[in-house]
Every structure is written in C-alpha cells, then in structure tokens.
C-alpha cells in the first residue's frame, strides 16, 4: 500500500534528477563537455597540454569579470563599461610600476581606479537614476579614453623592479594551472556563497526580482546598487592586472569588446537580463563553452573574423531559450 | 482606549487640498473599511499613516500618545504596517525569503554572519499557519495563487507583531474564491487583536469584513459609522455625494 509519505518521497526523489537537468547549467556544461569531446576527435591539437593550458587561462579572464556581470544582470542592471576598465587598470598597473612603483602598491592603486569606475557608474544609476545602459555606456568610451590619456597611447612593456614578479603573478602557473585560473576559483567559491547565504546577495536577487518591493520594504537599495557595479568593475580590474602580467605588455586596445563575450557568458550560464536570476557557478561554465567554442574555431582553421558572429548569436539564442522557458512555467 | 486616533488631519500639495480635517479612531481589533471615489483623498490617508509624508497639520495618535513620522520607517518602528496594492513581493524568491525581506534572519558562523534560513523557513510556517494558509515557506512565489500571494505579504506584516495593518485594495485583482481567502486573512488578524485598515473599491467585500465604515469625498471624511447601521447603498450615495453626510 502506498502512503502520502511514499508519494512525497518520491516526488522528491524525482526532484534531484529533474532539479539538475531543470538547470541551464547543466546544458550549457554538457555542450561544452561535448564540444570539448568532438574536437578531441575531430583534430590532434585540442587535447594538447599546451592548448588546454591556454583555454583554461584565457577563460579563466572572461569567467572572473562574468562573475562580476552575473551580480550587475541579476539585479537587473547591466554593465558595459568592463572592457574599458580592463584596459583603464591594466594603464594604471603599467604606468606606475615603470615608473618604479612596487607591485603590491600599483595594483592596490589600479584596483583602486577600477573601483572608481565602478562607483560613478553606480552613483549615475542609483542616485542620479539614469538607466545602467547609457551610463555604462559612456563610462566604456569615456575609461578607454583615459587609458589612452594615461599612457599618451604608447605600448608599455617594461614594469620597474617588480616586473618579473607582474608576469610571474599573471602568466605564471603553479599546480600546472596558470595562476588566473586560482583567482576564479577563489572568486567563484566566495561569489558562490556570497550570493546564496549573504544579505548582500539575497539583495542582489530581491533588487533584480522587484525593485519597488526591496525599496518598500527597507533594503537600501541606492547603496546596494553602486556596491553592486563596484564589484563588476572589481573583478574587471582584477582581470586587468592579471592580463598585463600574462601578456607582458599593455597596449590601448586590451579589453576591447570583452563585455560582448563577458555578458554572453553570464547569460548563457543563465543570469536572466530580466533581472533576478542568475549564479556564479553559470557564469563560469557560460564562459568555459565560449571560449571552447572559439578555440575550436581557430583549431578547426575557421577564420577568426567568424568570432563575433558566434558570440553575438550565442547572446540572441540564450536569450530567446530563457524566452521559451519563462512562458513555459 | 483607542489604538489610532487621528484629530484634524489636513494635508495639501501645493494648492490642491488632498485632506481637509479628518478626525478619526480605531480600536484595537477593529476592521474599519476606508471608501471613496478616486481622488478622495484615501490614499493620501494611508500614506500619512504609514509614515510616507507628514500631514499639513494635525496629529496622529497611537495607544494615545502622539507621535510623528518623517519616514515609513518610524511607522513601522510604531507598529503599522503597509501591504500594498501590489503585495511588494519579489516572484524569484522563497515565500519565507518574502516574508523576511528587508529584516533577514541571520546567523554567525566564525566571524561571518550568513543567513539563518532554517530559521526563516520555520517561522514563516508558523505565520503561515496561523493565517491557516496553506502556503509553503519554501515555494517560490511566482508558483503561487493570488490568495498564498495575499498570505505571503500579510505574514510579512505579522513578523514585526504589528498594532495596526493597512491594506490598500488587497482584493481588486484576485478571483472572488480568493476573496474569500484574503477576507479569511483579514479575519483573522483582528482576532489577534491587530486593527485593519482596508481601503478598498469593492462593497461587498467591505460589508463582509469591517466593523466600522469611513468615506471619504474630495478630502473631507463625510461618514464614520458601524457597518450594521448603514448599507450599500448609503455608502453608495455618501461617495458619489447624492447622499451629502450621515
């Protein structure tokens, strides 16, 4: 005889398989997986120590920032600026340290300029209340712009006496993993937290989910706000100074356009533009399946200049499958 | 002893005279039903209650001791609470996550305080209970019913143990068999002793569950009378202003 306590349990048992492939997640994890799977056949390069050394790096720059944009989409907001604030850190980080400033000091001051960026972003938005699109918007021409200011547009290359510990900190590995790769675990084991069990997460989500009902019901939601678009600019200056050490040089156009491939990550690992969704650990796995993705592309001699068609249809289909399920449910 | 009392309350927006010395008083456990036609200055009313602006002139009494809002916080800090038309609920959210919004549990685990949800998830069953609702603590709200939606945002008035509720047309977009579910809420807090201020468009609904009724006309409180001595159609005409005062 079955009793109500079976059904439930039951019930509940189907609840973890069906909550794991309910989850876009899971999807967007099992097509990189595949992807990863196919080009290991398809071609004798992917599965190279050497290549899967430098997809794990080079996606470990856009995970970090998506991290960051995950925060910025969830609470229904985006951030356009983060490209131009790589490039402004990486400027800041260069300028000093040829000038022959220590390491720690140029990226604590670096750190300090992204933040920057990111507070008058946040001010514009949540106190002047301008929508985050143009805001950041203009923040992208107006942070590039400085950086080229900052550096009178010359490649810079040569970082002081601490310029073996910059490319050591950037473009070395430990473990056999390449260091920025240590910064997104941290960032997305810490995110990973902060967002579920933190008050300032579960305002991220409440601010994203209903604005007007945080509002009423106390959360102060300006401050919440800049807090929110600092950190986005945090982790793009993160992934700034990690850049200048991997690259060993800083030019005025590092970072141009990442935003594209960071909000492509981030809604792929289901942050839903809408506001009020969206996770740490989708953001990192959105991020792997792009840059798997466009390793392929160049492994497979496509011609690069495809790139941008690639990211830019991924955005469009993401979005319109977060459509499809929305009027699902 | 009254539990609200307000004397002479008076509020204009430049020129526009919103309210014109409005006198009135709830008991505890009082349902009193807030009519009038749109413009009537009802929700100029309740927002001088809840604290979002302070009235012209006037005063507001609580348990009989004047007190004096600059901000909704103070309201709350008095024991009124708001749910609003909208039910101010975030869908992406637990009912529990709702309920607790804005005054989260917490927890310490080493030196970070996270949130304590166990503890959350707990109490709003009992609320939950208490209204003998059946939502569950853990559901998201966008899964709910217009009635577990109502449960949701009256429980998250019962958290603070208000003295006074305001309710701001809690039944004008639901089904009429969630009617009677919000009316059963409405109840139920008055057992508790809690006043209910209901301001709403729909008469049946306020002759159901008021003990008292007030209209108001163009800013001017025209009537302040027990429901069982009135009926629909006088309020009817009081609003429309056929009937001039009662």
Redesign the interface.
């Known amino acids: 005889m079955t009793t109500i306590d079976d059904v439930i349990s039951r019930s509940e048992h189907r609840n973890i398989v069906s909550r794991i492939t309910g989850l876009p997640v899971f999807w967007v994890f099992l097509a990189a997986v595949l992807a990863c799977l196919s080009l290991t056949l398809l071609t004798d390069t992917f599965a190279t120590s050497r290549n899967l050394f430098n997809v794990t790096r080079n996606f470990a720059f856009v995970a970090i920032i998506a991290i960051g944009m995950t925060a910025v989409i969830a609470s229904g907001g985006i951030d356009l600026s983060v490209g131009s604030t790589v490039v402004l850190t990486a400027m800041v980080i260069s300028v000093l340290m040829s000038g022959g400033m220590s390491f720690a000091l140029a990226a604590a001051l670096a750190l300090g300029a992204a933040l920057a960026v990111g507070f008058v972003n946040g001010i514009l938005i949540a106190y002047v209340g301008m929508p985050p699109f143009v805001v950041t918007l203009g923040m992208l021409s107006a942070a590039r712009s400085l950086a080229m200011v900052l550096s009178n547009n010359k490649m810079i290359w040569e970082f002081g006496p601490d310029h073996q510990l910059l490319l050591w900190i950037g473009g070395g590995s430990s473990f056999g993993l390449p260091h920025p790769v240590f910064a997104l675990l941290a960032l997305g084991i810490v995110m990973s937290l902060v967002f579920r069990?933190?008050?300032w997460g579960?305002y991220v989500?409440?601010i994203?989910?209903?604005e007007?009902?945080?509002t009423?019901?106390?959360?102060p939601v300006k401050r919440q706000k800049v807090t929110i678009y600092m950190f986005s600019a945090f982790t793009a200056g993160i992934v700034g100074i990690l850049m200048t050490g991997w690259l060993g040089s800083v030019t005025t156009n590092l970072g141009q356009s990442m935003e594209l491939a960071v909000i492509a990550a981030a809604v792929i690992g289901g942050a839903n533009l809408a506001g009020?969704?969206g996770t740490a650990l989708g953001a990192v796995v959105g991020a792997l399946l792009i840059e798997v993705i466009r390793n392929s592309l160049i492994l497979l001699g496509i011609s690069t200049f495809w790139q941008g068609m690639f990211i830019g249809t991924f955005i469009i289909v993401a979005v319109a499958f977060d459509r499809l399920r929305s009027r699902r449910? | 002893m009254s539990r609200l009392k307000l004397s002479g309350i008076a509020k204009h927006f430049g020129a526009i005279q919103a309210l014109q010395g409005v006198s009135l008083e709830v008991a505890p456990g009082e349902v009193l039903g807030l009519m009038g036609d749109n413009g009537a200055g009802k929700s100029t009313l309740v927002k001088i209650i809840a604290g979002n602006f302070p009235p012209s002139s006037g005063t507001i009494r609580i348990d009989d001791k004047p007190v004096h809002f600059h901000r909704?916080?103070d309201a709350?800090d008095e024991g009124i609470e708001?749910v609003?038309q909208?039910?101010?609920?975030?869908?992406?959210?637990t009912a529990a996550?709702n309920v607790f919004?804005?005054?989260?549990a917490?927890r310490r685990v080493g030196p970070?305080?996270?949130?304590d949800y166990p503890a959350m998830n707990r109490r709003a069953g009992e609320l939950f209970r208490q209204l003998k609702s059946e939502t569950r603590p853990r559901d998201l709200v966008?899964?709910m019913s217009g009635g577990q939606r109502q449960a949701v945002a009256i429980a998250?008035t019962l958290l603070a143990e208000p003295k006074i509720v305001l309710m701001d047309e809690p039944t004008a977009a639901i089904s009429v068999r969630q009617v009677a579910e919000v009316l059963d809420l409405i109840r139920r807090l008055r057992d508790r002793g809690i006043s209910v201020i209901l301001i709403s468009h729909r008469m049946p609904d306020v002759f159901a569950v008021a003990d008292r009724i007030a209209v108001l006309r163009r800013g001017d409180l025209v009537a302040n009378k027990r429901t069982d001595a009135s009926s629909p159609e006088e309020v009817t005409g009081l609003i429309t202003g056929a009937i001039e005062l009662a």
């Open positions: 069990w933190t008050r579960q989500f409440a994203g989910g209903n007007q009902a945080a009423l019901t106390g959360i009020g969704e449910t | 909704p916080v709350q708001v609003y909208d039910l101010a609920l975030c869908d992406n959210l996550s919004l804005g005054r989260e917490m970070v305080r996270i949130i966008r899964k998250r």
